[in-house]
């Protein structure tokens, strides 16, 4: 399994950190100094997941010569889905006219984009489908509480969109290694919206359809299982760190960055970082980090490459791919 082409997509509005200044009880030294952050992108009003992954979409179809009718199937990992339901997957396929293709959603929070680039794999491994989209996109914006200086200036909105295809003597994604701790859900998460904690006037005032983070607890099982994932991928491919020209972590704060690449070994120029312009933007963060690295030249053709994954759940996971 290739891919043939990525893509990606972030809004036009930049927020800074001098513009939270003057929202929360912060400062950009602060910031910067705990995160790495200089600012991020917001969606405009009226602007939803579903428009964000449409843009990716298009780009990556465009790179990999694509069309939308030539499309089987979508798969849209995303945390803050325009709807329950119907998928925002479904609303994708809509909107990019993909009437022949089958769209589902899966939710791995900030995991998603490798999860759902494991998914879209055995689809196109087995023949079942020859060109699969996969799809990570998040409007953060619209859970994060703007009176919480903690985790507000963390998250930004975006999309990152890759095409899986077969392609002769093309070896593509190598190996993928995933992991979960549902014990630990609630150091992340979002209490209210769903059936164990419907919408009601208390959950609203209560502030629960919010995201909620503990971030000490986070930072340390954040690294600890990026790295393990990392090295069992590499591992599972007799790879060193030394043979991986880019390594694409998840965008959650410079801190966890710097920690997961000394860990591993890497250098920092292997490392590719891009969340000072864009903060966490959840599932799309190693699809928007791959596009520009591809697009900047760090990636070239037979390069290795490891995307390496935390999120909510908590969830994690690694993936090796020969570009």
């Known amino acids: 399994m290739s891919i043939t082409g990525v893509g990606s997509h972030v809004p036009s509005r930049v927020l800074s950190n001098a513009d939270l200044e003057r929202m929360v009880d912060t400062s950009d030294e602060w910031i910067r100094t705990r995160t790495g952050i200089r600012e ?18 298009r780009k990556a179809m465009a790179a990999a010569g694509v069309t939308a009718d030539q499309i089987d199937l979508i798969i849209v990992a995303t945390i803050t889905p325009d709807h329950l339901f119907p998928s925002t997957a479904c609303l994708v396929q809509h909107k990019l006219g993909a009437s022949r293709a089958a769209a589902f959603d899966i939710e791995a929070a900030c995991s998603g984009f490798v999860y759902a680039l494991e998914v879209g794999s055995h689809f196109v491994q087995s023949h079942t489908y ?17 009176t919480d200086r903690n985790t507000c200036v963390l998250f930004g909105d975006g999309a990152g969109a890759a095409i899986l295809q077969n392609r002769p003597s093309a070896h593509g994604l190598l190996t993928t290694c995933l992991g979960s701790d549902g014990g630990k859900a609630g150091l992340l998460e979002m209490q209210g919206g769903g059936s164990a904690c419907p919408a009601t006037a208390d959950t609203v005032s209560r502030r629960l359809h919010f995201l909620r983070m503990d971030g000490k607890e986070t930072f340390k099982n954040a690294v ?3 790295v393990s994932a990392a090295n069992e991928a590499l591992d599972r491919c007799g790879l060193e760190i030394g043979q991986i020209r880019c390594v694409i972590p998840h965008q959650a704060n410079q801190r966890i960055l710097t920690a997961v690449g000394e860990r591993l070994g890497a250098t920092p120029e292997q490392v590719f970082v891009n969340v000072d312009r864009y903060g966490n933007t959840s599932a799309a963060s190693v699809g928007i980090a791959l596009d520009e690295a591809v697009r900047e030249g760090r990636i070239t053709r037979g390069d290795l490459v490891l995307l390496v994954v935390f999120g909510a759940g908590l969830t994690w996971g690694a993936a090796v791919i020969e570009w």
Request: net charge negative; no cysteine.
């Open 40 to 57: 991020r992108r917001i969606a405009a009003e009226g602007e939803a997941t579903s428009d964000l992954a449409v843009e990716a979409a």
């Open 130 to 146: 020859d060109t699969v989209l996969v799809i990570g996109a998040e409007k953060m914006s619209s859970v994060v509480d703007w």
């Open 224 to 226: 600890n299982a990026m």
